[in-house]
């Protein structure tokens, strides 16, 4: 068995059309009513799941500061007044996203 297949995931690609909004939350029709539940990124983060972003370099500059300021500072403020804090031990590793 490999580390990651001991990992629960959350999944989302980003691309050019990629916003903020879009990894905080996502609309969803139900039963003719349009909600928003939480995209991946929170999810994983509520869930203490990892949260893959295929083809982050694809996104916007807007995007790729708000993930870098979430990996630097270890938090973010969602529209709703929750905030998203960093509950790993000190001895978690930390995942760069220097290369964007």
């Given at each position: ?21 879009s ?11 349009l909600?928003y539940?939480?995209?991946p ?26 993930l ?24 978690a ?8």
């Amino acid at each position: 068995i490999y580390y990651n297949d001991m990992v629960e995931r959350e999944y989302a690609q980003l691309h050019r059309d990629s916003t903020v909004a879009s990894l905080t939350s996502v609309p969803v029709l139900e039963g003719g009513l349009l909600t928003y539940v939480d995209a991946p990124l929170v999810r994983a983060s509520v869930h203490g799941r990892a949260c893959l972003l295929d083809e982050a370099d694809k996104a916007p500059t807007e995007v790729k500061v708000l993930l870098k300021t979430l990996v630097a500072d270890g938090e973010l403020l969602l529209p709703d007044g929750r905030l998203l804090t960093d509950r790993r031990s000190p001895s978690a590793p930390i995942t760069s996203l220097d290369s964007m």
